[in-house]
């Protein structure tokens, strides 16, 4: 794959995808980025196979543009408006960026691919990268894979599963050479502060409350993001054409990589208190919250598809990937700082203006 357009490149897990391909293969990487609230350039540097395409999905013409000059053997389409609790407040930005989004850089994917030569053409892979939220929620048992109905229930989840389909139908109805990936919870360096850990550190740094939502017993499936590029890179070049692969952080063994929000807290509590003593006992700081509206009880991922197809398993447990995490975070409050003065982000909960509605009827 000697040329390689990344969408949403400047986001957490794509910056951690462009940064793998700059550092391990030779391609010329195209980076398609709005460069909305979320996105930063910090990770990746300057690089002379690194090369920026600042397009928004939504504009058909220029994402059409933007896919002729890059000229790819293989799209890596992450970019999407991710984060729940916005999708509550603001939906719209999810339906247009995820999902006529997607349908743009499929249409001119096909046509990028319909113009190729033979040789190219088989070549071609297309890889779309999703969430194991388009199943929905799991009771106490069980785990999601590849054959789970889909069952969304936020609007960012709905996003995400129209776009899932329009991949599929592309595939099915035009020969669109395409390969599909569903991950759970990413975490790691490098990740927007607005999301659960990140959020957890920065408070506890603070000394500010650490906000809990309802009981605490929802359960997450993690993955380190620098595992989670490896799974995408076997799936984007050795995947089968038309198939899914769902990516967990357990691998086949079990799901030692499921945790509770409480456990998630009380751990990064416990981190905080041997790396940040003086503030300990840090768990004194966590705070129970109303629930976020249409909260899902469980996630979690059986991942022996893509380990028995393609040989991967993750090589971090959780604690040994939210240590490492909790360390990069305090060694770079400064960058935190800066991105979320950039976003006009000061950590404070969204999500709510379903609960308001819901009280006030």
């Known amino acids: 794959m000697r040329r390689v357009l990344v969408t949403g490149g400047a986001g957490f897990i794509g910056g951690a995808l462009v940064r793998r391909l700059l550092a391990d293969s030779e391609a010329e990487v195209f980076n398609l980025d709005k460069l909305g609230y979320a996105s930063d350039l910090s990770s990746i540097g300057t690089h002379p196979r690194h090369h920026l395409l600042r397009v928004d999905l939504a504009d058909a013409t220029n994402t059409a543009d933007a896919v002729r000059a890059a000229d790819p053997d293989l799209v890596m389409h992450l970019a999407a408006e991710s984060h729940v609790d916005r999708s509550i407040d603001g939906p719209a930005a999810f339906i247009e960026s995820n999902v006529s989004g997607t349908f743009n850089l499929l249409q001119a994917a096909r046509d990028h691919y319909e113009h190729l030569s033979r040789q190219r053409r088989d070549g071609f892979r297309f890889h779309h990268i999703s969430t194991d939220e388009v199943f929905g929620s799991l009771g106490a048992t069980g785990r999601f894979s590849e054959v789970t109905p889909y069952d969304p229930r936020s609007p960012y989840s709905a996003s995400k599963a129209a776009s899932d389909h329009l991949v599929c139908a592309w ?88 945790r509770t929000n409480r456990e998630v807290v009380e751990v990064i509590c416990a981190l905080m208190d041997q790396l940040r003593p003086h503030g300990a006992p840090h768990a004194r700081l966590i705070t129970r919250v109303s629930d976020r509206p249409g909260h899902d009880r469980r996630y979690a991922i059986d991942a022996s598809k893509v380990t028995a197809e393609l040989g991967w398993k993750p090589r971090h447990s959780f604690e040994q990937g939210l240590e490492h995490t909790v360390r990069w975070y305090l060694e770079n409050l400064d960058w935190c700082q800066q991105v979320r003065d950039r976003a006009c982000y000061g950590g404070e909960r969204i999500g709510m203006q379903a609960s308001a509605g819901m009280a006030a009827g």
């Open 171 to 258: 595939h099915h109805t035009y020969g669109l050479p395409v390969v599909l990936t569903n991950c759970s919870n990413n975490y790691g360096p490098w990740q927007f502060p607005e999301k659960l850990i990140p959020v957890v550190i920065l408070k506890a740094v603070a000394g500010e409350p650490i906000p809990l939502y309802g009981d605490g017993a929802n359960v997450r499936d993690w993955l380190y993001v620098e595992d989670h590029v490896e799974a995408l890179l076997l799936a984007a070049t050795r995947g089968r054409l038309g198939e899914s692969y769902c990516v967990g952080g357990a691998g086949d063994h079990g799901s030692p990589s499921e």
